[in-house]
């Protein structure tokens, strides 16, 4: 399962999301004998790309949440 394709997290991905979309256009027998399979495979690919960098994003700043949260209680304890 992909994100939404066209909003401003995949702005990264526009150019080869705009190329399936145009392959797309060409009509259903395009898309139904596999004309459009290697616009697809690389739009997935763009995506779990930015899907990594995202998630490696977020677990450091999870990291550095936990740091703190855990500085905190520390102080708490010692004040304690």
Known sequence: MHPHLHTKDNRGCEEVMAIL????ARGFMVK????????????????????????AKNREAAK???ARIKALWNEIDENS
């Open 21 to 24: 979309d145009e392959c797309h």
């Open 32 to 55: 139904l004998f596999g004309g459009c399979n290697e616009a697809k495979q690389n739009v997935n690919f763009c995506l779990r790309a930015e899907r990594l960098e995202r998630q």
């Open 64 to 66: 550095k949440e936990r």
